[in-house]
């Protein structure tokens, strides 16, 4: 089935907003002399900035503090064209740092592991703090009225944006982390018109899905790929499976559900809820098989989102076209290793100097 809906298109581009965790991530390749890149990340971090790629208009909302980690986010986020309007850098705010350890060991089988400490002295490295609820009306006023608003963290301010994006007739997309209690969960469902969730860190949402009537449900189910539920108009009843492309070679899977994220909502979401309801079966598989295949893109690449700055539009366009028509082409030229960026300045530890960027 030809694909072409996803891929930048005439006219102005669609807004997403977002709220979530926006993170610095240390990201440490293989091999003893392999410089750390800094890039920004987090799944709120991440999906915004690989519908950035894709030509949308992305705006993060976050409440990140004055600091080195926060400079490098909105660095990294402005060379791909993602709005910094709203990343709240304040005193009281925090900036998230996440390292992680790339391990790749001989039969292949690469995979990651991440750490919310310091390599060097353990200090836990800063967190997240949710956006005020309080600051959500002077960030709306400012606002261009989005297709989409995404959000990945319970939080009463995260929630009354999404309602707040729904009334003005925005698709809302939210992804459930495991920390959410039932009940903070059970609202943010509430207010969403697709739900994401890895069936290995949330357990089953159906139960919680069908209370709240949830057009779509997609449970992620890592290498075996993904299953939904639709409520949409012509859908049949039950869980559909979607395995997932097999990618030509399978180098990192750190951020793919966040790629499968930004390919089903960019060819769902364009136009908002409204179209989004009238969305056939059809659509919806081709929706689900193009996230799919940015996701697989995604894992022959180091990081979350290390193809963007390795390889073209150009040739992640017809990588994506190859994988949706069952022909991914030949390996990529080896070592799949990543360039510095002269603009990366380097990130130290506040308690003890050191910089996860100098393997010891
Ligand atoms: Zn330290």
């Known amino acids: 089935m030809r694909n ?19 993170a610095l991530d240390v990201v440490i390749p ?6 750390p890149h800094l890039w920004a990340g987090g799944t709120c971090g991440n999906v915004l900035a690989a519908l950035a790629f894709l030509g949308w208009d992305a705006y993060p909302i976050a409440r990140l503090a ?9 660095q990294d986020l402005c060379r791909w064209g993602v709005r910094p309007d709203f990343l709240g850098v304040d005193a009281a705010g925090s900036t998230p740092v ?18 919310r400490k310091c390599p060097s002295c353990g200090t836990r490295l800063p967190w997240y703090k949710p956006v005020r609820a309080s600051d959500a009306d002077g960030i709306l006023a400012r606002l261009p ?13 995260a929630v009354y944006l999404a309602r707040q994006a729904a009334e003005g007739g925005a698709l809302v997309v939210f992804e459930p982390s495991a920390s959410a209690s039932e009940k903070d969960l059970r609202r943010a469902i509430e207010t969403a018109h697709v739900v994401k969730y890895a069936e290995d860190r949330m357990g089953n949402l159906e139960g919680l899905a069908q209370e709240a009537a949830i057009p779509l449900l997609i449970e992620t189910r890592g290498a075996e790929g993904l299953r939904y539920l639709s409520r949409l108009k012509g859908s049949r009843r039950g869980w559909v499976s979607s395995e997932s492309l097999p990618a030509r070679d399978v180098v990192d ?27 056939t079966p059809d659509r919806l598989r081709g929706a689900i098989r193009f996230g799919q ?25 017809e990588s994506v076209r190859g994988l949706l028509e069952g022909d991914p082409g030949p390996t990529p030229p080896a070592p799949r290793t990543l360039q510095r960026h002269g603009s990366e300045t380097g990130y130290a530890c506040a308690e003890c100097g050191e910089s996860p960027a100098h393997p010891r």
């Open 145 to 157: 009225k989005p297709a989409v608003f995404f959000f990945d963290r319970t939080s009463p301010g």
């Open 98 to 115: 996440i390292v992680q350890h790339i391990h790749c060991t001989p039969g292949r089988a690469t995979t990651h592991s991440f750490s």
């Open 4 to 22: 072409d809906v996803s891929f930048n298109l005439p006219g102005p581009p669609p807004v997403i907003a977002g709220t979530g965790l926006i």
């Open 66 to 74: 004055d600091d080195a980690a926060s400079r490098q986010i909105n």
């Open 253 to 279: 899977t750190a951020g793919c559900g966040d790629w499968c994220t930004a390919g089903i909502v960019a060819a769902l979401g364009r136009s908002g809820r409204d179209a989004f309801l009238e969305v």
């Open 293 to 317: 295949a940015l996701a697989a893109w995604n894992c022959e690449y180091e990081g979350a989102r290390g193809g963007m700055y390795q390889s073209d539009f150009a040739s992640f366009e």
């Open 30 to 35: 293989t091999g003893p002399h392999s410089l």
